[in-house]
């Protein structure tokens, strides 16, 4: 089928045809092209602008070939230049001049609109999916350590003692978030462009509402300029899948570094790990440290995204149809990272041990010291620079805090008592944290549970 037939005295030249064609990505649009069609020839008859019978032979034509593709039994070629036209054509070969009818009252303006729109849809429904999943082994795995005391870092310092359930649940709160986002970006995808023409509206009796319900949309898009011309809610899905792409990067940023042997605080199962070609001992984090490099590419896809829409003029423009391969991109891209993830983590070994001991070192019991201080009625500013003097001391004789006696302890401060030093250890310095949100394994697994409610 060429629609240029009827305008046009010459051919594209050489390969123009080809280089213009968005058949070789845009192809993977079918089933949603298809189902769109049908609703459309449904529409059409219901409202008399075609035959029964035409609609009839139409909507069978259509099934047929979605079976055929779906079969592998169709084979795109550029000539058709896009899905659409690529099933028009066949519909028209298969079934003669009835298929010729199908494009009433439509444009292939809200015709791709509306693909993307469903396929959307769709993609969000499957990546919030996994996101439950990666949630749900989050929990699984938090709720075993709520008493496993690992540092706390700031600045990649050591900075105070924390559960490894604590840190585990901020990640939860991270993926949370993206959820909500895609949830989000859901509402706004879910609104129906088709009926919308070329940028105008159409000149017939069409029935849009019905349209929409056969559709499963929960509105339609109310201005057909703007219908055909948005694509906010494609960025808005590759936007949320950077900043979760984002996350899952400092995840992975932080079992690589847990994974070396400068930390040890977990191994990466086998599976999920390789090799050296030349060096037989190692046992390389390749995994996490792809999905780290992949988080560059979800980046490139919006910026993709946001440069070809950032000059257009309204309506629909030849750029937008470089849509789709950033947002096939970005949507394969997090959905495999993610599936990847959640395996990695749930495989995870986990070295309870060599986290306490870390946890041991670096004066991350200074603060709870100060506090300690401050509980007996010290200004806490005065606490800060006593236990800052003593830390100082402490290095100079290359000791912890807990090292020194009461009585070099006093020469400091005479509010120290006996009772400092089991305000000292590790789990007392986590289990001290009594504020909502905090690190002690009681409001851990407060966070735990309300997490588990949100979840269902």
């Known amino acids: 089928m060429d629609i240029r037939k009827g305008r046009f005295s010459k051919a594209l030249s050489g390969d123009t045809g080809a280089w213009a064609a968005s058949i070789a990505f845009d192809q993977r649009l079918y089933r949603e092209d298809i189902t769109g069609s049908i609703a459309h020839c449904r529409m059409l008859a219901k409202q008399e602008i075609i035959s029964a019978e035409d609609a009839a032979l139409i909507e069978s034509g259509l099934r047929e070939i979605l079976d055929d593709i779906d079969a592998g039994n169709v084979e795109f070629t550029p000539e058709t230049e ?143 300029m703007d219908a055909v011309s948005d694509r906010d809610f494609l960025i808005e899905y590759i936007s ?91 949507a394969d891209t997090l959905k495999s990272c993610l599936s990847v993830f959640c395996g990695m983590l749930k495989t995870v070994t986990v070295r309870t041990e060599r986290m306490e001991t870390a946890a041991k070192t670096g004066f991350m019991n200074a603060t709870d010291a100060a506090d300690y201080l401050a509980a007996k009625g010290v200004p806490f500013r005065e606490c800060h620079e006593i236990i800052g003097k003593l830390v100082l001391h402490c290095i100079a004789k290359n000791a912890n805090i807990e090292d020194i006696s009461l009585a070099e302890l006093r020469t400091f401060s005479d509010r120290f008592e006996a009772d400092i030093y089991e305000k000292l250890t590790p789990l007392a310095c986590m289990n001290a944290k009594l504020s909502e949100g905090s690190t002690a394994a009681k409001r851990v697994k407060e966070q735990i549970a309300r997490a588990r409610k949100d979840l269902k």
């Open 82 to 224: 896009d899905i659409h036209m690529s099933v028009e054509a066949l519909l028209t070969e298969r079934i003669g001049a009835a298929g010729k009818r199908l494009h009433t009252a439509r444009s292939r303006n809200d015709q791709v609109a509306t693909d993307i729109r469903l396929y959307l849809k769709e993609e969000i429904l499957s990546t919030a999916g996994a996101l439950k999943d990666l949630r749900v082994a989050l929990l699984d795995l938090a709720e075993a350590h709520t008493e496993t005391v690992m540092p706390g870092y700031t600045h990649l310092q050591h900075a105070q003692p924390v559960s490894f359930a604590f840190h585990l649940m901020a990640y939860f709160q991270m993926f949370s978030r993206d959820a909500e986002r895609f949830w989000d970006c859901y509402k706004r995808t879910d609104c129906m462009p088709l009926g919308a023409g070329a940028l105008s509206g159409v000149g017939y009796d069409t029935d849009r509402a019905f349209l929409a319900e056969e559709l499963d949309f929960a509105r339609i898009c109310d201005n057909a």
């Open 240 to 330: 949320s899948a950077s900043i979760c792409m984002m996350h899952l990067s400092r995840f992975c940023e932080e079992l690589i570094l847990w994974n070396s042997g400068e930390f040890a605080f977990i191994e990466m199962d086998d599976a999920y790990s390789t090799g050296s070609s030349i060096m037989p001992q190692k046992k390389n984090p390749d995994m996490a440290e792809l999905i780290r490099g992949k988080t560059g590419r979800v980046y490139g896809d919006l910026i993709a995204i946001l440069t070809v829409m950032k000059g257009l003029p309204l309506a629909y423009n030849k750029d937008m149809q470089e849509d789709k391969l950033p947002l096939f991109d970005a």
